[in-house]
């Protein structure tokens, strides 16, 4: 993460703490914002004036077929490639060991030929069973929530239009069960396409796909019921579409995705913090400002209010936050007043009035208004990993232990005596390598546990250190006890990076993946989390955004 341009002042007062930030509570209440990975990829496509256009639409009136989305930006073409399938009901399944879907995808590096598109036909609806190539920088499958999408074909054959309720309810017509990239299945690695300006920033590839996915979605609602209702269909109406997103299944495979990548997660909370913090240092509100927090207020408590949820934890989420926000609203009627540092004012008070679900809340919608303060900071929420690999093993052991004591004092505090603190053990399926989560006490497989309970290891690390003298250096200790070399090497990380760690017991019997997943899809830029345990969730992605042909006639 970079530091802030020279004529910014300083916000290092304004920042909030890894203590307050990096615990699960909090990265549990994660709402999306404008600097959510699906938001940097709109504001990029709109304002380089991508086109985007589908030269293919080879779809029958069963809704089987192949498609062709072509997205053209100032220096490369990227083309969604789908297929539609005709798939019994009894075969639709939104597991991961699913074989058959209602649709399945690849976004193609370039405009696919006859060649590409007959390799892409024979492999792509396989998902895991076929290969692709690194032409193909993702591959995708989804499938169609069933009661909507009947419903709307229905009714647009009828000539009429869905309710906007009919479509709340669920929010989506399709929903992806999996949307890979980064060298999966024989698709393009990260490096491939990591200096790319376009797809730089974390996630963009996966992102446009989703995206160009939704128009796929629409336009096979529009297809078939012009199929079947001829003369008198109609597509579906412009303003009702936006209320439509991509919906997602997404299950434990996500959750360890923050901890194997420290510096990334680092870089993602740093990038919202500095936003905040230069929010939060601003000396006044201008009247612009003003009317836009109101604007994104009004537009946040919308969707609080279209959220829906049946898992406990989530409902009084949604409870907390539907309060919090009118609270908010209220609290505007006298903001901002005359006094210094409204923006630090309102902050403040909504540390003491609000829950943190509606903190975080407030958080995103402080943001919205100051696109030319925030929006250059998505360029610092890609990370070098490799960069952060190599081991200092000129240092000390106890430059090692003061950086555990500063760094993981909250690790250091849990007593892993007790068999709560080390209920759960992380593993990956023999059958699937999906991470998966077990109960130590009653499950075979922790004698194959994944090296993801950060506490424990830190406090293991810092109990072998003692033995040594603390001018001994790490390359010494690390070639005696190189089963510490991991959390050495995060230790290190940490020192440099204050947001690199969840400050939680992750093998906790409390602990709850849900939690970390939140967090990630908030940066991808999902909305309406609905947990379906406290394993997998259910989300909607790009719901309330344009279309392409949105962008291109603005």
């Known amino acids: 993460?970079?530091?802030?341009?020279?004529?910014?002042?300083?916000?290092?007062?304004?920042?909030?703490?890894?203590?307050?930030?990096?615990?699960?509570?909090?990265?549990?209440?994660?709402?999306?914002?404008?600097?959510?990975?699906?938001?940097?990829?709109?504001?990029?496509?709109?304002?380089?004036?991508?086109?985007?256009?589908?030269?293919?639409?080879?779809?029958?009136?069963?809704?089987?077929?192949?498609?062709?989305?072509?997205?053209?930006?100032?220096?490369?073409?990227?083309?969604?490639?789908?297929?539609?399938?005709?798939?019994?009901?009894?075969?639709?399944?939104?597991?991961?060991?699913?074989?058959?879907?209602?649709?399945?995808?690849?976004?193609?590096?370039?405009?696919?030929?006859?060649?590409?598109?007959?390799?892409?036909?024979?492999?792509?609806?396989?998902?895991?069973?076929?290969?692709?190539?690194?032409?193909?920088?993702?591959?995708?499958?989804?499938?169609?929530?069933?009661?909507?999408?009947?419903?709307?074909?229905?009714?647009?054959?009828?000539?009429?239009?869905?309710?906007?309720?009919?479509?709340?309810?669920?929010?989506?017509?399709?929903?992806?069960?999996?949307?890979?990239?980064?060298?999966?299945?024989?698709?393009?690695?990260?490096?491939?396409?990591?200096?790319?300006?376009?797809?730089?920033?974390?996630?963009?590839?996966?992102?446009?796909?989703?995206?160009?996915?939704?128009?796929?979605?629409?336009?096979?609602?529009?297809?078939?019921?012009?199929?079947?209702?001829?003369a008198k269909a109609v597509p579906l109406d412009r303003t009702l579409r936006r209320r439509l997103g991509v919906g997602n299944s997404t299950g434990l495979g996500m959750a360890p995705f923050l901890v194997r990548h420290p510096v990334l997660l680092n870089n993602w909370m740093a990038v919202r913090e500095e936003a905040l913090a230069?929010?939060?240092?601003?000396?006044?509100?201008?009247?612009?400002?003003?009317?836009?927090?109101?604007?994104?207020?009004?537009?946040?408590?919308?969707?609080?209010?279209?959220?829906?949820?049946?898992?406990?934890?989530?409902?009084?989420?949604?409870?907390?936050?539907?309060?919090?926000?009118?609270?908010?609203?209220?609290?505007?009627?006298?903001?901002?007043?005359?006094?210094?540092?409204?923006?630090?004012?309102l902050w403040l008070w909504a540390e003491s009035a609000l829950t943190v679900e509606g903190q975080e809340a407030l958080a995103s919608v402080m943001l919205e208004p100051h696109g030319d303060l925030v929006d250059g900071l998505t360029c610092c929420l890609g990370a070098d990993e490799a960069a952060q690999f190599r081991l200092n093993g000129a240092a000390t052991v106890d430059a090692t232990r003061a950086a555990l004591a500063q760094h993981y004092d909250w690790a250091l505090r849990v007593d892993f005596t007790l068999p709560d603190a080390q209920a759960r053990f992380w593993y990956v399926s023999e059958e699937k390598l999906e991470p998966r989560l077990g109960a130590r006490q009653t499950e075979p497989g922790a004698d194959r546990e994944q090296p993801l309970g950060i506490a424990r290891m830190a406090a293991d690390l810092d109990a072998a250190l003692v033995a040594y003298t603390g001018e001994t250096s790490v390359a010494e200790f690390a070639l005696r006890h190189p089963e510490h070399r991991l959390m050495l090497r995060r230790v290190q990380i940490a020192r440099r990076h204050p947001y690199a760690e969840v400050r939680d017991n992750l093998i906790a019997e409390t602990m709850l993946p849900i939690d970390l997943m939140r967090c990630k899809l908030a940066f991808f830029g999902a909305s309406h989390f609905d947990p379906r345990s406290d394993k997998w969730v259910r989300i909607s992605l790009f719901q309330g955004e344009p279309f392409p042909d949105d962008l291109s006639n603005a």
Do not use: C
């Not at 969707?303 to 409870?319: E, F, Y």
């Open 278 to 345: 230069r929010v939060r240092a601003l000396p006044e509100a201008t009247g612009e400002a003003v009317q836009a927090l109101h604007t994104a207020l009004t537009a946040a408590t919308d969707n609080a209010h279209r959220w829906r949820s049946d898992h406990p934890i989530q409902k009084g989420k949604l409870t907390d936050l539907r309060a919090d926000l009118a609270r908010v609203a209220g609290h505007l009627t006298q903001w901002p007043g005359t006094a210094s540092l409204p923006w630090n004012r």
């Open 1 to 230: 993460m970079t530091h802030p341009a020279p004529d910014y002042p300083d916000v290092s007062a304004f920042r909030r703490p890894a203590d307050v930030v990096m615990r699960l509570a909090r990265m549990g209440s994660a709402h999306p914002s404008r600097l959510s990975f699906l938001r940097v990829l709109l504001r990029r496509i709109k304002s380089e004036g991508w086109q985007i256009d589908r030269p293919l639409w080879q779809v029958d009136a069963n809704g089987v077929g192949r498609a062709v989305y072509r997205a053209k930006g100032p220096a490369r073409t990227y083309s969604l490639v789908a297929f539609a399938h005709d798939l019994p009901d009894d075969q639709r399944s939104d597991r991961v060991i699913a074989t058959a879907w209602d649709a399945t995808f690849a976004l193609f590096d370039g405009e696919p030929d006859a060649a590409d598109l007959a390799r892409l036909a024979a492999n792509v609806p396989l998902q895991e069973a076929g290969r692709v190539s690194p032409r193909e920088l993702t591959l995708a499958r989804a499938n169609r929530s069933v009661r909507l999408f009947r419903h709307v074909v229905n009714t647009l054959a009828k000539g009429t239009q869905p309710t906007p309720q009919s479509l709340d309810e669920v929010g989506y017509l399709m929903r992806t069960t999996a949307v890979y990239g980064a060298g999966k299945f024989g698709a393009a690695d990260r490096a491939v396409i990591a200096d790319r300006d376009e797809l730089s920033t974390p996630f963009q590839a996966e992102m446009l796909t989703v995206w160009l996915i939704r128009a796929f979605t629409v336009d096979l609602v529009d297809h078939l019921a012009a199929t079947k209702g001829g």
